[in-house]
């Protein structure tokens, strides 16, 4: 397969995390003969410094042009502006971006690694062995309603909208991820309040009778939140609005014991963007010591988008080599001899070659002394 693939790095620990994805990728594209071209453009607070804007419209075209994005990170702390409205602000970059693109759907998967339980600060029989996706809309919501705020600056409003439309292209990509799990959509909302939310319910109550396999659960967000720390293992697809998604997907970070593990996807009709979860980090920039999995998962599930399990697998069994070797950054192990590159290196090696793990010696472990690393 050849794929053309937009490498939008962005800022802080952005650069450093995506090479690492791209490598696991050309490791992929050498293994199974796939050509994947990539192609780096600006975007963030970088973008700002270079151009004057947070999405060039060179960036814009480019992903318009591709098979996909990998996007890193925007910094929104030093000078930037922080209103979002602001070409000067780096987050109106990846919100110019997802309108443009059509993305209205965000996968955030949210999993447990066994030997990475104690790194929670929950219980390991409350989240061993948790494994579900939460469904966050993109483009509808209170983030994008409109705004006031009167002359005295003291009465501002926030407008809450949703149509029948943005609700159900939505739902149908989670009953669809739902038959091929566990069978179980619990949507998120607050229909005991909120008008959105009571239309959220019945655009999703009436398109479920379309898949009579998949049992339909509902819970108010505030109960959903307690949920996601009482009982993380009760859930499959785990489906809500704007606000909701990007409130429960950061609580469900405590859940695997750091959002360096966390990837997403964003998907449009026929656009597709895939990144970390975390933010920029920028202290940690340049320094070696960023988790980069959560890059290298969204790589796997940009395979995955393709019809390319096998190969999406195979990135899946090297991540959970590593961290079963503890080839993992200091996010993860304090005293870890391995920064950024150095467990990057190692999940591409795996993918070249996962033969030679068969030499590989866990007691005897330092950067450049493995045949891996």
């Given at each position: ?19 690492q ?15 994947f ?7 963030g607070a970088?973008?700002?410094d ?23 990170t ?13 070409e ?20 955030r998967?949210?999993?447990t690694y ?12 409350i989240i ?35 149509t ?28 005991n ?12 109550q ?13 819970l ?8 996601l ?16 998604g ?24 026929t ?48 991540v959970?080599?590593a ?39 866990t ?9 891996i690393?």
């Amino acid at each position: 397969m050849n794929l053309k693939i937009a490498v939008l790095a962005g800022d802080g620990i952005g650069p450093e995390v995506v090479l690492q994805a791209k490598k696991a990728l050309h490791a992929i594209g050498v293994m199974f003969d796939h050509d994947f071209i990539f192609e780096e453009a600006l975007v963030g607070a970088v973008a700002i410094d270079k151009t004057g804007t947070a999405l060039p419209e060179q960036t814009l075209n480019l992903c318009l042009n591709t098979d996909a994005v990998l996007f890193g990170t925007v910094d929104n702390k030093d000078n930037q502006d922080t209103n979002l409205n602001s070409e000067k602000s780096p987050s109106q970059g990846v919100l110019k971006l997802r309108k443009e693109l059509g993305l209205f759907a965000n996968q955030r998967p949210i999993k447990t690694y066994s030997s990475l339980v104690p790194f929670s600060p929950l219980k390991r029989e409350i989240i061993d062995g948790t494994d579900f996706i939460i469904f966050r809309e993109l483009t509808g919501g209170i983030y994008f309603g409109d705004k006031t705020l009167n002359k005295d600056k003291t009465k501002a409003t926030d407008l809450c909208q949703y149509t029948q439309e943005e609700i159900s292209r939505i739902t149908h990509l989670a009953f669809q991820a739902a038959q091929k799990r566990k069978k179980k959509v619990t949507l998120v909302d607050k229909a005991n309040v909120l008008e959105t939310s009571r239309l959220w319910r019945n655009v999703v109550q009436q398109i479920s009778l379309d898949y009579p396999e998949v049992a339909l659960q509902f819970l108010y967000v505030d109960n959903a939140a307690m949920q996601l720390v009482v009982n993380p293992k009760q859930f499959d697809i785990l489906l809500t609005e704007n606000l909701f998604g990007d409130i429960l997907s950061d609580e469900a970070s405590a859940i695997t014991g750091t959002i360096g593990l966390l990837a997403s996807a964003s998907f449009g009709t026929t656009k597709a963007l895939f990144e970390p979860l975390h933010g920029s980090f920028a202290l940690a920039k340049d320094k070696n010591i960023a988790n980069p999995i959560a890059s290298i998962v969204s790589a796997a599930m940009l395979l995955e988008h393709f019809g390319l399990q096998t190969e999406a697998n195979l990135v899946y069994q090297a991540v959970q080599k590593a961290i079963d070797y503890n080839v993992v950054t200091m996010d993860l192990n304090p005293g870890t001899n391995f920064g950024t590159h150095e467990v990057g290196t190692f999940i591409s090696n795996f993918i070249l070659n996962k033969d030679d793990l068969l030499y590989f010696n866990t007691n005897n472990v330092h950067i450049g002394q493995s045949t891996i690393v």
